[in-house]
């Protein structure tokens, strides 16, 4: 079951009578509320009062007034304020510019821009290359949206996007010292976005494409990657297609079996699902059965669009049909990318010994992992508070600090495959069991060793 955390976590700032049980009488209420405590802090005090900011951690949003409305039942307890701890990290924007040189005196002003700088500008009109030596492009991504997929809530538009584009942009320089940058697209046109995307591409040395929904998000790749000279990625795609694969690799070396002999089975075919599929072929398994919402993909079937026709000719050997359930029959792998509680333990019972579930719809998984842990011997989520956290934060940044020391122009599968091999190798056999087969996401050795992978494939 879920837990309270941090994601919904709320300071109550109240009054409280003097006495020695107010204390207690304020955390057993938030107890009975089902909240959890983190800190208890007496902001000021007075001979009739005391005023008490009160911290915790609830499940909802809903839960986190349930709690506040408990708390004001109690005798002589008066709520002054309530501050959800999420909005106040976002106030102002997460991510700030700031200059890497000084700018104190007539001199600093006279290289660093006018008249100095005119000679810099000069250079790179006479070698556009030097752009990659001389500005930022050496170490910018642009991290591109339209709005249409935001997380798991779908199409949102462009500017409630923003808050997930400046994350993403802290996480690269957080965990790989890239500067990256929102662009949140006011359209979903794709002729627009590809365009937009070409106009701003001369200041970035790599294009992060992010929650633009499938189909369009797979033109919009191919075609950005054969009009633009630096990396195209879109992480939605390739950032869980690598950690997914890094990932099956250490599960199975938990379970003891080859890729080459596994079924395995993926339950969601959009931009995720389908890079996943993409990615573990190049591996050759036994055998992939995608599903969606409509059931198998297979050959026969009918209303196919372009990407599922490509999945259909080269998946499903025996061009089976039927639901989810039926392929999870004799599957030695489950790899989910869809919507939750599709299926329970009976299910995963029907699978191969030494089943493997990665059930990473967020945030509630396809199955709960409680009940997958029934019959499985390795189960993954896209979640914080079960092990086995399958998170894109492990490859994006280090993936992309790989392609910037390389001066890299495109993106290959080979450096895919390499940086899952990375992330999967900072396991050693010492550590890696059916409970952690992938590093922590604060583990500061997994983007360097992504980014020396990708750098080496890269220069092959």
């Not at 409280?16 to 009975?32: C, N």
């Not at 007496?42 to 009739?48: K, L, M």
């Not at 599903?291 to 669009?305: A, M, T």
């Not at 940086?419 to 999967?424: G, H, S, T, V």
Request: with cysteine.
């Amino acid at each position: 079951m879920p837990v309270p955390g941090p994601g919904y976590s709320i300071t109550v700032r109240l009054e409280a009578p003097p006495s020695a049980s107010a204390a207690g009488d304020l955390t057993s209420a938030v107890g009975r509320a089902g909240g959890v405590i983190t800190a208890f802090d007496v902001v000021e005090s007075h001979n009739d009062r005391v005023v008490i900011d009160l911290t915790c951690n609830a499940l909802s949003a809903n839960h986190a007034k349930d709690i506040t409305d408990t708390l004001e039942t109690l005798p002589g307890i008066v709520v002054r304020k309530v501050s959800d701890r999420t909005f106040l990290v976002h106030l102002g924007g997460k991510i700030e510019i700031s200059s890497k040189v000084p700018l104190r005196n007539r001199d600093d002003l006279s290289r660093a821009y006018t008249p100095g700088v005119a000679r810099v500008c000069e250079a790179i009109a006479k070698n556009p290359d030097d752009a990659r030596r001389l500005t930022i492009k050496r170490n910018t991504v642009a991290v591109v949206t339209d709005g249409s997929a935001v997380l798991g809530l779908g199409n949102l538009g462009p500017a409630a996007a923003l808050p997930v584009m400046e994350g993403k942009a802290a996480l690269f320089k957080k965990f790989a010292g890239v500067d990256a940058w929102p662009v949140c697209l006011d359209t979903q046109d794709t002729e627009e976005i590809i365009r937009a995307v070409e106009l701003i591409a001369p200041v970035y040395g790599g294009i992060n494409l992010e929650d633009i929904s499938a189909p369009r998000c797979f033109e919009i790749e191919a075609r950005l990657r054969e009009k633009l000279d630096i990396p195209v990625f879109h992480d939605d795609q390739h950032g869980t297609a690598i950690v997914v694969v890094a990932a099956l690799r250490n599960a199975l070396r938990v379970v003891n079996k080859d890729i080459k002999d596994c079924r395995i089975t993926v339950c969601g075919v959009g931009a995720a699902g389908s890079a996943i599929i993409r990615l573990l072929q190049a591996q050759t398994p036994g055998d992939i059965i995608a599903v969606d919402v409509d059931g198998i993909v297979h050959r026969d079937r009918p209303g196919l669009d372009s990407n599922l026709k490509s999945i259909a000719a080269s998946t499903n050997k025996d061009n089976q049909s039927g639901r989810l359930h039926d392929a999870l029959v004799d599957s030695d792998v489950f790899i989910g990318v869809s919507a939750p509680n599709l299926f329970g333990a009976e299910q995963v019972a029907t699978m191969a010994k030494d089943a493997i579930v990665f059930a990473l719809a967020n945030p509630d998984p396809e199955i709960d992992p409680m009940e997958a842990q029934q019959h499985a011997a390795v189960v993954a989520t896209g979640r914080s508070d079960f092990p086995n956290q399958i998170n894109n934060v492990l490859a994006f940044p280090g993936v992309f600090r790989g392609l910037l020391d390389a001066h890299a122009k495109t993106i290959t599968d080979a450096m895919l495959l390499a940086a899952a091999a990375a992330i999967a190798d900072v396991v050693d056999g010492d550590r890696l069991n059916a409970s952690f087969i992938v590093p922590s996401v604060f583990d500061n050795t997994v983007a360097p060793a992504v980014a020396e992978a990708v750098r080496k494939a890269a220069a092959s």
